[in-house]
Every structure is written in structure tokens, then in C-alpha cells.
């Protein structure tokens, strides 16, 4: 099992560089907003595993799951497409979409170990 510091470096550099790729694509300026997402992403390494603790290597269970993945991956895309008109509507966007891929990114990291991540 991957520890918390492996996880947070991986998404430290993993949301900074979809962050990145997604502003070029939308022809946004670099800026700092990419490795400041990437240092939020960093902050909540283990999100799935305060979910289901990583007490036993067989701890991976629904919220460890390809299906949740995608159902996070849906949740995050509803809120990129979210046109906000209120700033704490723009601070809960940021808030969902830096939550959510520090999420993914520790499931895509568990996906590529020995016991990968289960379909339910």
C-alpha cells in the first residue's frame, strides 16, 4: 500500500499537470493557479482511504471502485461546466473539482498496484 506522502506527491504533480493541460486547451495564460491546485490536490492525499481505512491490504471496497470513480469523474465534470454567479458558488466549484481529483488521482495511483481497484 502507498502512503500518504507517495500519494500526495503523486497528486501534487498529476492535478497540476491536467490543470495545466486543460487551461492551454481553453487558451487561458499560464498562471499559478495550476500548482496551487496541485498543492490543494497535495493536502488531501487519502481521501478513499478515510472512507475505507487502509487497515488490511484487501481494504478496497465501493469507495476504492472503478464505479465510484466514474461517478466522481461525472460529479467533477457537472461542476467544470458549472457557470457560477456568486462567489461562494465559485469557491464550492474549486472546492468540488480540487477534492475531486486529489480523489481520482489516489484511485489512479491504486490502479496501478498488485490488487488494482475492484469494478463495484
Not at 464505479?67 to 466549484?93: I, N, S
Request: glycine fraction near 4%.
Amino acid at each position: 500500500m502507498a502512503c500518504a506522502a507517495e500519494h500526495a506527491t503523486f497528486n501534487f504533480f498529476a492535478v497540476t499537470a491536467v490543470t495545466t493541460i486543460v487551461q492551454k486547451k481553453k487558451g487561458h495564460p499560464a498562471d499559478a493557479s495550476a500548482p496551487a491546485m496541485g498543492a490543494a490536490a497535495a493536502c488531501l492525499p487519502s481521501l478513499p482511504d478515510w472512507l475505507e481505512p487502509a487497515v488490511h491490504p484487501n481494504h478496497r471496497s465501493f469507495f476504492h471502485s472503478v464505479t465510484f470513480a466514474t461517478l466522481v469523474a461525472y460529479a467533477m465534470y457537472r461542476a467544470y461546466k458549472w457557470e457560477t454567479q456568486e462567489p461562494w458558488e465559485r469557491v464550492a466549484r474549486i472546492v468540488l473539482l480540487t477534492g475531486g481529483a486529489a480523489y481520482l488521482a489516489h484511485l489512479a495511483r491504486d490502479a496501478f498496484t498488485p490488487k488494482s481497484l475492484p469494478l463495484i
